[in-house]
Every structure is written in C-alpha cells, then in structure tokens.
C-alpha cells in the first residue's frame, strides 16, 4: 500500500534552514509527480511546490520561491524540501503528497516546523 | 492566481441534515476542483475529484456538482463521523484551496 513519511521537522530560529524529508514507498516512485503542501496552526491548506517524476519540472509558490527548493531521489525514494531564510509565517505542518496533480489521493501524516527566536 | 472563495465557513446542523457547501472560483476553472475532509491532526483526505466524482470507498451520501466557476459538496443525510474540516482545491492552474468550511453537530 502506498505509504508517504515526513521527517525533519522541528524549531528553528528566523533566517535558518531545514530540509524536509518523504520517504515513499508502495508504488513505482519515479512514475508520479510529488507535490508539498503546508498548514499553519489552525489555518487552511496551502500548496507549496510540486516535481515531475524525472525531477526537470518544478514550480514553486511565490511564497516560497526563492527560498525554498524541491528535489527528489528515485534511487532512494524519497522527496525533499530545502527550506532557507525562514520566517515566522513558515511556521506550519508540511505535507507531501503523490500525484497525479490532478488527483492527490495519498498524503503524508505531516511534519511540523516552527520558526522562532 | 485563481481565488476560491468557500461559504460558509462553519455550519452547525442535526444528525440526518441535508448539509452544502460552496465554492466560487475567481475564473473559469471548468470541473478541475477537488474536496477534501480534514479531521484534527490528520491529512486531508480526498472525497470528490473533477467536480462530481466519488472517490472509492467514499460514500454515497457525500456528493458534488458544478462546473465553471460555481460548485457545491453536499452531504445528503449528516452522520457524526462527518464532523470534520472541508476544503474546495482547484487545480486548473496550480493549485488553490478554499478557506474551510467547519461541520459542526447541533
């Protein structure tokens, strides 16, 4: 069954870093878009950047573009989020989520990262 | 950027009600617009795709209907496992969420 695993959240001071991890597994990972979403404390939904299958499609929202960069590793499995200069309203859980874009049945429990001095 | 504005943004209803909501898209998005029902401290999970599909195992008394810029989820007969967080998300161009719409049991 299709499973997706966050890990790497935490707390980080403003102007840090982070790099956000999504271990997949159950399915061909090299076969599906991968997209990141995130929530702020009692927030709604927002989508944060998604990536081709091969990695050489990329967008990114203008929040975070810039700032943060998706990547992949077929090899391993696993989707990344490195996250730079972050600020407070950064502060969010972060979920990946598989594709097809247009269809995004299977998400990650989420992780949490909170920026703060 | 295309803006989903969803109404209400909570209800309180009986157990057996007839429950909607709405989503209005800033642009013709023609049926490219999903639902989802979030529980606290879980991901969100998808109900209807393209506007008026079920998705599997969903059932049959969450519905939706729409195209263009005008959509509406209803839940036919409110159960007290539906209480829950529902979001509208277009994906015609990116993607965009609707603000949330809380269902509450009277």
């Known amino acids: 069954q299709v499973q997706l695993v966050e890990s790497g959240g935490g707390l980080v001071k403003p102007g840090g870093s982070l790099r956000l991890s999504c271990a997949a597994s159950?399915?061909?990972?090299?076969?599906?878009?991968m997209t990141w979403f995130r929530q702020a404390p009692g927030k709604g939904l927002e989508w944060v950047s998604y990536i081709s299958g091969s990695g050489d499609t990329i967008y990114y929202a203008d929040s975070v573009k810039g700032r943060f960069t998706i990547s992949r590793d077929n090899g391993k499995n696993s989707l990344y989020l490195q996250m730079n200069s972050l600020r407070g309203e950064d502060t969010a859980v972060y979920y990946c989520?598989?594709?097809?874009?247009?269809?995004?049945?299977?998400w990650g429990q989420g992780t949490l990262v909170t920026v703060s001095s | 950027d295309i803006q989903m504005t969803q109404s209400p943004s909570s209800l309180s209803a009986s157990v057996g009600d007839r429950v909607s909501i709405t989503c209005q898209a800033s642009?013709?998005?023609?049926?490219?617009l999903n639902w989802y029902q979030q529980k606290p401290g879980k991901a969100p999970r998808l109900l209807i795709y393209?506007?008026?599909n079920l998705e599997e195992g969903v059932p049959s008394r969450f519905s939706g209907s729409g195209s263009g810029t005008d959509f509406t989820f209803t839940i036919s007969s409110l159960q007290p496992e539906d209480i829950a967080t529902y979001y509208c998300q277009q994906y015609d161009y990116f993607f965009t969420f609707g603000g949330g719409t809380k269902v509450e049991i009277k």
């Open positions: 989520a598989r594709g097809p874009l247009r269809f995004l049945k299977f």
């Open positions: 159950g399915f061909t990972f090299s076969d599906y878009y």
């Open positions: 393209a506007a008026s």
């Open positions: 642009q013709d998005i023609s049926k490219d």
